[in-house]
């Protein structure tokens, strides 16, 4: 018997091994594939890659504060925040639950779910997925918005139909395309990427959340409050701030992508503990800080005329054409690390999935440099159709958020149940009672949410319906797979409770231990 190796290093998991049909008749010739996520990442590379958040907050800023008002857009930024990080803290059980287990935490809704609705593994899944595989067109259209704003002011061409094409999104293309060849290369350009492009974001988040606060423009009297007012109900009042909390949950609760990498931290405990723990603590200061920063020396009408174009204006205002075209540069880097971040954390969703029985098997491959190639290009596919079919950012940001938010619905209500289900699984890192009905609490906060916030999303201006049924459509997709890889593939009966027994290695079935 022979076998080959597609890694080198520590492997999270390894792969089973497939007989060779071309070996000699009367030979066994097995080929073993044990090609693996790889051990390579400390915490600190997890929080580098959750430094993405505060550059989904200096992307929306603008449309929340252009209009809540600077106040309004402080009380649903740093609410989502607040529940941001409460939930970063829940899911650190899960996490060290479930070390190997790619896919952050989609998984753990599929562990908590299977024995009562196994559709809510693949539904979490691929919302998870298109959460944050969803940032690479955002970003990219962003991007080269900033650019054409700083550098092509005049280049307003556009091509409109079917498809939507102007230079913003040529350049969010080619973006999209660049991020895809440095994570196929594997998870040190990933790292390096990370790092290069977090060094970049420290320089706009210190101008535009530190600095406005000692200019002698900053007036407290700038900011306004937009959530209600004379003629609007209490229930509008209230509604309004729903949508805004659901729709901040894409930017505020994305600290948890930390857990996505848990089976590739050299200490899977601590690492993730402290990567979930020390990335939600920092953007929790962002978020509190950059509302009022730029409330201070932007108006609400300014921002609401553009939510993006008023950093060029404010730049230039303050330090001169020359200097803000290098801040701008370092503004794109920022959110060149929230592209890398969801193209690597995306593509290990889809492996994760694929993993787990809960997708096709086409997707659980690993390329020759240990990296989940076809999820990659799976990212690349849709987010270059979403370019070039939907007509704005929100728009994108809301045709995804939807499947996202019922994640965390699944995946909170999960640690719940996996209290109930499997008491006696190891957890390294157990939280008290407390912490674990606060996990139902958020869930049920999180489903009032999603309700509310899909069924209005119209209000804020952005987008409407339509955006909301693209959502439902790819968690419909999503099912369908599931379904294919449980007839077809797996050649199983298509089941919607799993009660297989599950087992721990030195612990035997789960059931049979006591509490």
């Not at 009380?75 to 925040?81: D, H, I, P």
């Not at 592209?339 to 659980?364: D, E, H, P, Q, V």
Request: aromatic share 10%.
């Amino acid at each position: 018997m022979t076998s080959s190796s597609g890694s080198s290093g520590s492997p999270a998991s390894s792969a089973p091994g497939t007989v060779d049909p071309t070996a000699t008749p009367g030979t066994a010739t097995i080929t073993v594939d044990d090609r693996a996520l790889l051990k390579t990442m400390h915490w600190y590379d997890g929080f580098v890659m959750a430094l993405s958040n505060p550059g989904f907050i200096i992307a929306n800023i603008g449309y929340t504060a252009g209009q809540l008002g600077a106040l309004g857009a402080l009380a649903v930024w740093l609410g989502s925040m607040v529940i941001a990080v409460l939930q970063n803290k829940i899911y650190t059980e899960p996490a060290t639950m479930f070390p190997t287990h790619s896919g952050g935490i989609s998984m753990y809704a599929f562990e908590g779910w299977r024995k009562r609705f196994t559709l809510a593994g693949p539904m979490s899944a691929a919302g998870y997925w298109a959460g944050w595989s969803s940032v690479l067109a955002i970003f990219g259209m962003t991007i080269g918005s900033l650019v054409q704003a700083q550098w092509f002011p005049g280049q307003t061409w556009s091509v409109s139909g079917v498809v939507h094409l102007d230079l913003p999104r040529v350049i969010a293309v080619a973006l999209i395309l660049g991020i895809w060849i440095v994570n196929a290369l594997g998870v040190r350009p990933v790292k390096i990427l990370g790092y290069l492009t977090g060094g970049l974001l420290m320089v706009p988040l210190a101008l535009f959340a530190l600095v406005p606060f000692f200019l002698p423009e900053f007036a407290w009297s700038r900011m306004s409050w937009g959530l209600g007012g004379a003629g609007v109900s209490a229930w509008g009042t209230v509604q309004l701030a729903l949508v805004w909390l659901y729709l901040n949950s894409w930017s505020a609760y994305g600290v948890e992508v930390c857990a996505t990498f848990a089976p590739e931290y050299h200490d899977t405990k601590r690492d993730t503990r402290l990567a979930l723990q020390r990335s939600a603590m920092f953007s929790l200061a962002v978020y509190a800080l950059l509302p009022l920063a730029l409330g201070g020396v932007v108006g609400q009408q300014t921002m609401a005329g553009s939510p993006l174009g008023f950093y060029t204006g404010l730049l230039n205002r303050e330090i001169g054409h020359g200097w803000s075209d290098l801040v701008v540069v370092f503004m794109i880097g920022s959110f060149v690390l929230g592209m890398n971040a969801a193209s690597a954390g995306g593509a290990r969703t889809l492996y994760g999935m694929s993993k787990s029985g809960m997708t096709i098997r086409w997707l659980g491959h690993l390329s020759r440099h240990n990296v989940p190639n076809r999820g990659m290009y799976v990212d690349v596919v849709a987010n270059i159709l979403a370019v070039l079919l939907l007509p704005s950012t929100v728009a994108v940001l809301a045709a995804s958020n939807f499947g996202y938010v019922l994640c965390h619905v699944l995946a909170l209500s999960a640690v719940v149940l996996l209290r109930r289900d499997r008491p006696g699984w190891p957890r390294p890192l157990r939280l008290k009672t407390g912490w674990v009905v606060l996990a139902g609490v958020l869930a049920v906060l999180n489903a009032v949410l999603l309700v509310v916030g899909s069924l209005s999303f119209g209000i804020t201006g952005y987008g409407g319906s339509g955006q909301l049924l693209v959502g439902i459509g790819l968690l419909a997709l999503a099912c369908l797979l599931y379904a294919y890889r449980q007839v077809v593939e797996d050649k199983k009966p298509f089941r919607l409770r799993d009660d297989a027994v599950e087992t721990v290695e030195g612990v035997g079935p789960v059931e049979q231990v006591a509490a």
